[in-house]
Every structure is written in C-alpha cells, then in structure tokens.
C-alpha cells in the first residue's frame, strides 16, 4: 500500500470522484484538490534516441524553450542512448553524451542497448566512461552492476537524498519547490536475452518496484516517478509499463522507453490488475531517435496522490538547433563523415536498384527486387546464428529506402538503405497467420504500399486481379533445398523488424503477437546485420537475383504442381469402354482421341502453353499492363496438392488453378491408371476390329 493513503486514508470527494469516474484514459484532468494546496510539477521526457546525435542539437534548443517558461521542470532519460549509428561505432556514447550533458539531465536509466558491448574485449569499459562522463546520475533499481569489473565502482545500491553526477543509485529523491519527488529506474528483463550485460544482475521488476516504493514512503516521500526502459505494451513475460502500474501501487508516474511508442497524450491506469480502483498512475512515452521531447505537468494533492495530468510531445526537429551545440556537434560529424565513405570490404557486382513506380514499371513497394531479397537474406541468415529454428524473413518495403551503387559498398550506403536502426526481433506466427500477412502485404497489389514485404526462406502466388484478402494462392517455406508447404496449424518463426513486429504498417496480425508476448527482440541493428551479411557470409561478392519468391499470377493459372496432362476424365461421367463389335474412331496423328468439351468446362486459353517455368516466373511483375481487380471472392478457400496450395472455385464457369486451366486430378496416380486402362481397350477394340474384317474377307 503506498504510504500517501498509509499516512491519511481520507481522500477529498473531487479525488474519489475522479478514481471511480475513470479506467485507463488516454489524458486527464482531476478537479483541483479542495484546499487548493495542490503542487504541480513539469516533466521532460527522451527515450530510445538509438545514436541519433545530430537532432540532439535541436532537442538541447526544445529543452531550453521549457525551461524558461517553467525553471523547475525536471528532465528525465529513459534509456537506450547506445546503438544505432555510426556515431556509436566510432565514439561508443561519447558523442551523444557531449549533447546531453547541454540539457540538464536530472536522471537517467539504463536501456537494454547500454549493455550491447558487454561481451566485446573491452566489456563495459565505454558503458563506464559514458556513467563517469555525466554530469547526471543514473536510476536502476533492478540492474546491479556492482559486479561489473569497469562499472562496479560507480554503483551505490542506496536510495539517496544526495544524489551526485557520475552514479548508479537504485533511486534518488528530488526536491522541487519544498516538495521530495522520489525517483527510481527499470530496465527489462529482456536485456539477459537480447544484449550482452556479463557480470550486470538484472532481477524481476515488479518486485524491485515494489522495494522501491516502500523505501520511499519510508523516506516520507508520496511523490514517485518510474523512469523505466520496460516498453509501454511489451512482452507481457518480462513485464510492460502497463502492467507495471496496475501491479504495483504508489507509483504515480511511469516515464517509459523501449517500445518506442508514440504517446501524444498520457495514459491514465486506475485500475489495478483486479479491476478495483487505485489511485492514479501516468504513462508517457515520447516515440524514439530525438524526434520528440514529452511534456507533462501533473498535479498533485496533500496526500500525494494525483489530481490532474496533461501532457503532449514536441516535434524538436522542427526546432532550430542550438548553436553551441551544432559547434559540440561539428567535432564528431567530421569524422563520421569521413567513415561513411569507408569501404565495408563487400562489393556490389552490379547495380542494386530500389525501384518506385514514378520512374520503373516495378516497384520495391510492390513487387520482389534483388536488394530486397539480399536484405532479408541477411535478416535471415543473422537471425538464425542466434536462433536456428528462424525459417522466414520479413522486411516492410517502406523501410528501404536507397539503392546501392556498383562496386565497392560503403558504410554510408548501408545505413542510407536501412536508415532507422531498427532491432530485429523474431515472431512466432503459425502458417494461418503468415497468411493473413501475406494478404495484407499484397492488398493493393499492383499499386504500391510501404507494408509490401520482401521475403526470405519462404516463396509465394497471388492473385491481383481477385478481391484483397483472398488473393494469395499458394507459400511455401525452404526446407532443404526443397520448398513445402506452409501447414496453417503449424508454428514458424518468422524474424522481421521491431517496427513491423509491434504492427507497424497497420499489420494487426503483428500486433496481436506482439500482445501476447511472440515477439523476442534480438538485440542487434538491421544495417549491421545487413553489413556483417555481406562482408562475412558473402565474402564480400554481392550479386543477389531474382528468383520468383513473389509471384503475381495476374489472373493466369499457377504452374502446375504435377506431369502435365492433356485432359481429365470427367468427375460426372466414367471413361467410355469400347464396345468390340463397334467400330472404333480413327486415333488423330498424335495417338489420342479428340474429346468434345464438358458443357461446364471452359475453353482453354491458348496462350496458356507458353505459361512461365518457375525460373521464367520472376519476370511477371514486370508487365507494363494488369487487369482491374476482380470483384470476384473465393473466400479464400484453398487445398493442398503436390506442394502447392490449389484454390478451389464453386464458380462451373471459372477455371481451377491447374496448369492447363481445367480442374487436377485427386492424384497423379488416378490419372495415370485412366490412361492406361484406356490404352489398353482402345488396342483391345483395334485387334476386334482387325479380326472382324479379316474374318469377313474370308
């Protein structure tokens, strides 16, 4: 129980009123404590800026702006300043340090990416030099690094009144306007499984919060902010800060990172896990890479308890960057500068092109393209270093965004492709669920879309010209070297980025996952992956091609699965048995017996013999003209047959997907022990019909 309701359990009607009238709001605004005694306080929030030094300029100017309106706003990191660009690469934190120490920091925590050089030669060394470097002190209450052979001694396992820059406390309390605000630090729990924290403890949230909370309280303290790196809605096994707040009563705010989401407005928790009322905790979240600063003013009652919150972000791109930071800056920018023009060692053989349909008859939004084949190539290959049982890769077109040169490949052309430092995660989806994706994907097929999606270790056949959700006709996963179906009860991991894997282009089927804890963050980059693929894995030689992974039939039967066969005995009717006192039709030139058409069988399309072989399939995307989309819906119905996913019409006057356009056979063997019986009646009626007449003639 926290100690503002253990202190004085009578709360002012406006405040009771305001708990029952409320679940989880997105914003709220309590009606002002009765005695007016209310004490409001300002936070500035960043997370997840991943090495993005650069707008950093530009968020010292945003901080400022706040703080001569309101001089005791306080400014709180929420983690994950490692990893992400080549400023990282080369100064390992002390590029963004030199930026963030122009911001009054009032405390940090440590993300899961702070812990990434944790297995290298030098172990935490930078981590350390970037604690030792700061004019803040850093919060965790459930990371102890006392053990760490650099950091260790940098840590104080206390919860402090007197906290000092340079130090890992498990909390701090800060006094603002006479009132103590209590502060402490999370990090997931993920970060054992997803980085590199070597001799760095990392022990349950929930419990540690709780510690936190109490120790508090018996400070005399009723005013707690969590500065935590749990992610808003993450894992659910390792805990999220939506869960944090109904778990654990006292905390009033939860300045969240990890995740990365975009919380224009605060999330109000007023309810605990049970569904009984408590008193109010505030999320918020301010997105990722120094793109927003979060602003939020709280309100709080005697008791300590909230009474009124808003909040927003603000755009600090927008802002004009700091001079004296844009000089700070200038130090480093130099030399990144002149890395990225350094050569990885991997070189292109040939243009790698990105494709949009302003200038091409293909797109990268729209159909497969050799760069997007080599980038998941890449995810999946370093994906399954880490994790074997990884069989499909999945990259959103929308995040490739530059093509790549012929010739020797630079650093600067590999984050230029992958931009936005995304972190490969990896997805447990079954085969009915790769589906749906696979719709969506290929929904406004042939016009382009962002969430369009590159593919590895798996290929597959739609159908443009049907309605959107029911066009995929056929996938396959590689096993082997042999493609077989994808089972819709079976469960595959599928790797793809962190981005698509919370649902990012609209992708629910992602989301849901991501919701239900199927998503496990790999702790790496995209664009060092992408790099390490084609220097270690390539050998440097990068000549990806197209191999019809993706295949829009463009209203035209798939290839077929089995022997080709002429014709197919008619379900309805049984093949005709020569009666051997008849005489037998002449057999055309080629031996076989012209067959009328079934009234419900369509004419075949003559151009259907020169339907592409499976290495002529990857040119079809490439047609200049494709039909209007059919409004025709098959319900996405679908059997298997021969490795392939058959769709299956109760439309008589519309072909099945064979490859001469009339319906398969149940087997190949079926159809071949019609066509021996037939042979042998039909040498069977020759040999009467010779014996007869020569009988005759005699």
Do not use: C
């Not at 004019?135 to 053990?147: T, W």
């Not at 009474?307 to 990144?336: C, R």
């Amino acid at each position: 129980m926290k100690g503002k309701k253990r202190f004085n359990f009578s709360l002012s009607s406006a405040a009771i009123i305001a708990i029952l009238s409320s679940i989880v709001l997105p914003t709220s605004t309590y009606a002002a404590d009765e005695n007016g005694e209310d004490f409001s306080l300002t936070i500035m929030h960043m997370n997840d800026t991943h090495a993005r030094v650069e707008p950093l300029a530009n968020m010292v100017t945003a901080v400022k702006e706040i703080r001569e309106q309101k001089p005791d706003a306080l400014l709180f990191n929420a983690g994950d300043v490692f990893s992400g660009t080549l400023y990282f690469n080369q100064f390992q934190g002390q590029a963004d340090l030199a930026l963030l120490n122009m911001m009054d920091i009032d405390a940090m925590t440590f993300g899961n990416h702070e812990f990434d050089l944790g297995s290298s030669e030098n172990g935490h060394a930078s981590l350390n030099k970037f604690i030792e470097g700061a004019n803040f002190p850093f919060v965790s209450a459930n990371v102890d690094l006392s053990a760490d052979p650099f950091a260790g001694g940098r840590v104080s396992n206390t919860f402090t009144e007197d906290a000092q820059d340079s130090t890992v406390y498990d909390g701090m309390v800060k006094e603002v306007n006479g009132e103590k605000v209590g502060i402490f630090g999370l990090t997931t729990e993920e970060t054992l499984m997803t980085s590199s924290p070597g001799a760095a403890k990392i022990t349950n949230y929930a419990a540690e919060a709780e510690r936190a909370v109490a120790a508090f309280e018996d400070m005399g303290v009723n005013k707690i902010v969590a500065i935590s790196h749990l992610g808003y809605d993450s894992n659910p096994s390792v805990g999220n800060d939506l869960m944090l707040a109904e778990q654990v009563d006292g905390i009033d705010v939860i300045v969240g990172g990890h995740s990365h989401t975009q919380l224009n407005e605060p999330t109000v928790v007023t309810t605990d896990e049970n569904g009984a009322a408590k008193d109010p905790t505030v999320i918020v979240q301010a997105y990722q890479y120094a793109q927003y600063l979060g602003e939020l003013d709280v309100n709080f009652n005697e008791q300590g308890v909230i009474t009124g919150s808003s909040g927003h972000l603000i755009d600090a791109t927008q802002k004009q960057a700091d001079p004296e930071a844009v000089n700070t800056l200038n130090t480093y920018k130099s030399e990144v500068d002149q890395v990225s023009n350094q050569e990885t060692g991997a070189v292109a053989q040939k243009p790698l092109t990105n494709p949009r349909l302003t200038d091409s008859d293909v797109s990268v939004r729209a159909n497969e393209t050799e760069l997007g084949n080599l980038i998941t190539d890449a995810m999946l290959v370093k994906a399954q270093e880490k994790m074997p049982e990884v069989s499909i890769a999945m990259q959103n077109s929308g995040g490739i965004r530059a093509a790549i040169d012929q010739g020797p490949i630079t650093v600067g052309e590999v984050i230029t492709v992958l931009p936005f430092g995304n972190d490969p995660a990896v997805v447990q989806l079954t085969g009915d669920e790769i589906k749906q994706i696979l719709e969506y994907s290929v929904r406004l097929a042939p016009e382009e879309s962002g969430g369009f999606l590159q593919i590895s270790g798996m290929k597959f056949a739609y159908d443009s010209t049907k309605e959107a959700g029911s066009r995929v006709v056929s996938m396959q996963v590689k096993t082997g070297e042999e493609y077989v179906d994808i089972s819709p009860d079976q469960t595959y991991s599928v790797t793809t980025n962190n981005f698509t894997a919370k649902g990012g282009d609209g992708y629910d089927v992602f989301a849901k996952a991501y919701a239900e804890g199927r998503v496990q963050d790999l702790g790496e980059i995209d664009w060092e992956q992408f790099r390490d693929y084609m220097v270690e894995n390539l050998k440097g030689e990068v000549n990806p091609v197209i191999e019809g992974r993706i295949t829009d039939l463009l209203g035209k039967d798939p290839e077929p699965t089995e022997p080709p066969v002429e014709e197919e005995p008619n379900e309805e009717t049984p093949p005709v048995t020569p009666d051997p006192n008849e005489e037998t039709p002449n057999p055309n030139d080629d031996g076989n017996y012209q067959e009328e058409n079934p009234g419900d069988k369509p004419q075949e399309d003559p151009k259907d013999d020169d339907k592409p072989t499976d290495d002529d399939k990857n040119n079809q995307d490439d047609n200049d003209s494709t039909p209007p989309p059919s409004s025709q819906n098959n319900g996405g119905n679908g059997s298997n047959s021969g490795g392939s996913i058959v769709k299956v019409s109760d439309d008589k006057t519309s072909p099945a997907y064979s490859g001469s356009g009339s319906k398969l056979p149940n087997t190949a063997t079926n159809m071949y022990t019609y066509m021996l019986a037939g042979a042998v009646l039909l040498a069977a009626g020759i040999v009467t019909f010779i014996f007869k007449r020569k009988k005759a003639k005699a």
